[in-house]
């Protein structure tokens, strides 16, 4: 029977912030899943790692990405040292800021496995020494606070974990071999998506952009975010306002046409869709 790491037993030590840094002198391990997602950055040896898709050789400077219930384990190692990172994007209180709109992020970070399972790949790729010493610090420093649990312990490791996804991300572009090219080109809609809300789509300048076709760039869409390119936007729209229902003064017309709702009665149901509330329940809510 396969086993499952689960969410509760892994950071039982803290479940409201679910990031865990550890190191491991890794030794063979049979095929198991996770309910959370898990970097994994090789420091020195190699070995063989082994997914649902196949098996290949890893060595020092080697990352790899295992998405939540990503498949994956050891066949054998030789001194194979690494550190995981271990997180819940969806529980963990991340800042984004702008990390959203890099191509990079999206890829290793916004698709769901459902995706990786129809391309049968996991992200991978390798960084070199100058690069891998700054990765290195990051880690080393975020393991640090992990073990001391210093007062403002959870403070630093999200700063330097936003250090990591942000270096990370971009290496992951400049370092893409052609396996992993889908994964990117979905990375890079979700980022256009994500910078262009306010803007009126258009569908075909999309396709255009990834070179697919309607029925496949749609089914991959999907596969990867679990919604269409509609409901997505819509759902960036929908937090988009939520921000401004919350810190601004505007009118909720005045925030409907904002996030990009032409209709601001449309803004309302698709809010009410969404939140469970209408966008004036919300603001008093929020406010009290």
Do not use: W
């Not at 198991?32 to 997914?51: K, P, R, W």
């Not at 702008?98 to 970070?109: H, R, T, V």
């Not at 991978?124 to 001391?148: A, G, P, V």
């Not at 029925?215 to 869409?221: G, L």
């Amino acid at each position: 029977m396969q086993i499952i790491k689960e969410y509760s037993r892994v950071f039982m030590r803290d479940t409201d912030f679910p990031l865990l840094v550890r190191y491991q002198l890794q030794q063979a391990t049979p095929l198991h899943s996770h309910e959370f997602v898990e970097i994994i950055v090789i420091l020195a040896g190699h070995g063989t790692h082994q997914t649902k898709f196949g098996s290949y050789c890893i060595h020092t400077g080697d990352v790899m990405v295992i998405p939540r219930s990503g498949v994956h384990g050891y066949l054998e190692t030789d001194g194979l040292e690494l550190l995981n990172v271990l997180f819940d994007p969806k529980q963990l209180p991340l800042p984004l800021l702008d990390l959203y709109k890099l191509p990079g992020y999206n890829a290793l970070f916004g698709l769901e496995n459902d995706f990786f399972e129809k391309k049968c790949f996991y992200p991978k790729f390798h960084i070199e020494e100058d690069n891998f010493k700054i990765i290195k610090t990051i880690l080393t420093e975020m393991r640090q606070e992990s073990e001391d649990r210093t007062p403002g312990f959870h403070c630093c490791q999200m700063g330097y974990f936003m250090a990591l996804l942000v270096n990370l991300s971009r290496l992951y572009t400049e370092n893409l071999d052609s396996i992993h090219e889908p994964s990117l080109n979905i990375g890079r809609i979700i980022s256009y998506l994500n910078f262009n809300y306010q803007k009126d789509i258009n569908l075909t300048e999309i396709l255009h952009k990834v070179g697919m076709s309607k029925s496949t760039f749609m089914r991959n869409f999907k596969q990867a975010t679990g919604v269409t390119p509609i409901d997505y936007l819509i759902r960036m729209r929908i937090a988009k306002a939520s921000c401004l229902l919350h810190e601004s003064n505007l009118s909720i017309s005045e925030i409907a046409y904002q996030v990009g709702f032409a209709d601001s009665n449309y803004f309302s149901r698709s809010f009410r869709e969404i939140a469970g509330v209408t966008p004036r329940k919300f603001r008093i809510q929020t406010q009290r």
